[in-house]
């Protein structure tokens, strides 16, 4: 392999990896660790590394692998959307993705209760089989936005397993705004790709509720999480409005024909930083709550 091709691999499994979306997963799983065990150690810091950068390449580069025909129909790839792959690169990146995550796995695996344990194998799992054959979740609408959904929640709920603290009433209500908020995204991010899916054969909650109700669909979810964060524990509710951003960025969807659902990519674009915005907001009220 020349220097120029191992550049260009290593250039394509990283924008596969969704660089802008590393946060995402990496954030729920640090932010729940030091809510609940309050402590700054090495399970914290490789579950952090590890929910920032090799479950990422694994699940976006899964996703390229096995969406590849739909990929390359789809205008939008090639940035922070993700990386149509050449065929030749396929396989260093199932070998990629694999390579970086066992030894993070390992070890957590190894400090993990049987509990903590069966959530991080789940968590994987449903990362591997929502592109993945034989059971390709992303094929089957509602169990593809429900699956997604999960990627971005499970290391928060890893992260209390892992420390062994107790799942409460409000626990569950966060939970709960997270899975509902995590199901409207992807149903929303599905409604760009209608075209693209549709012509390469691939079912979605997009391709087979059409754009219109799928966006609906997406805005009653959001704001069915704004509704469920009321529940959780003081300050949490405060992140309540935090809906409303998702709600208006989605909003000019709403009647989007099937034949124009491309243009909700710059709903989707907005999604992107709004996940930003949010990240803060919710990070300052964290901070209210560990300050009592």
């Not at 030894?103 to 957590?108: K, N, T």
């Not at 209390?160 to 409000?170: E, F, Q």
């Not at 959001?222 to 998702?246: D, E, K, Q, R």
């Amino acid at each position: 392999m020349t220097v120029l091709t191992a550049r260009t691999t290593a250039t394509q499994l990283l924008v596969s990896s969704r660089p802008v979306s590393w946060i995402n997963t990496a954030y729920p799983f640090a932010a729940a660790w030091l809510m609940t065990a309050g402590t700054v150690d090495l399970a914290f810091i490789v579950g952090t590394l590890f929910f920032l950068v090799p479950y990422n390449l694994a699940m976006y580069g899964v996703n390229d692998v096995f969406d590849y025909e739909s990929d390359l129909r789809s205008p939008r790839k090639g940035g922070a959307h993700g990386a149509v792959l050449d065929r030749g690169l396929h396989r260093a990146t199932l070998v990629a993705a694999a390579a970086v995550c066992v030894p993070f796995l390992g070890y957590l695996f190894a400090i993990g209760s049987l509990a903590a344990n069966t959530v991080l194998a789940a968590s994987m799992l449903f990362v591997v089989f929502y592109s993945a054959p034989p059971l390709r979740l992303k094929e089957i609408p509602l169990a593809d936005s429900l699956t997604s959904s999960i990627h971005f929640w499970s290391p928060a709920a890893y992260a209390i397993v892992l420390a062994d603290a107790p799942w409460t009433a409000s626990v569950t209500a966060v939970f709960v705004a997270f899975g509902l908020w995590g199901i409207a995204s992807h149903a929303f991010g599905a409604v760009q790709d209608v075209a693209s899916d549709r012509e390469a054969g691939i079912a979605s909650i997009a391709t087979w509720w059409g754009a219109a109700a799928t966006v609906r669909f997406a805005i009653a979810c959001y704001a069915a999480a704004g509704v469920a964060v009321l529940f959780t524990a003081w300050p949490g509710p405060l992140a309540a409005p935090l809906v409303l951003m998702y709600i208006a960025s989605a909003w000019p969807y709403r009647s989007v024909p099937d034949a124009r659902a491309g243009e909700s990519t710059a709903g989707w674009r907005r999604f992107l930083w709004l996940n930003q915005v949010a990240g803060f907001a919710v990070t300052l009220i964290l901070i209210v709550a560990a300050r009592g």
